[in-house]
């Protein structure tokens, strides 16, 4: 598992925002905004399609 940091997720409609996007692009994972973290449960490949598609929705994902 890979948790990627998205400190500028800021409140629910971010959550929905990013759950959507992330369910489309097939992924398994689960959000915490009281983290503010995304973790990803799969391969590389994963976490690569999971930072860009954050990034699409116009967040700035950071990989600790």
């Known amino acids: ?7 500028d997720m800021m409140c629910e ?5 990013i ?3 992330l369910t489309e692009a097939d ?3 689960s959000v915490s905004l009281e983290e503010k973290t995304v973790t ?3 391969c590389e490949n994963c976490v690569k399609t999971a930072v860009s598609e954050l990034e ?3 967040f700035t994902p950071e990989i600790p």
Do not use: S
């Open 56 to 58: 699409d929705l116009g």
């Open 19 to 21: 759950t959507n996007a």
């Open 27 to 29: 992924l398994q994972f």
């Open 1 to 7: 598992m890979t948790k990627i940091a998205v400190p």
């Open 40 to 42: 990803i449960d799969g």
């Open 13 to 17: 409609n971010c959550v929905k925002r």
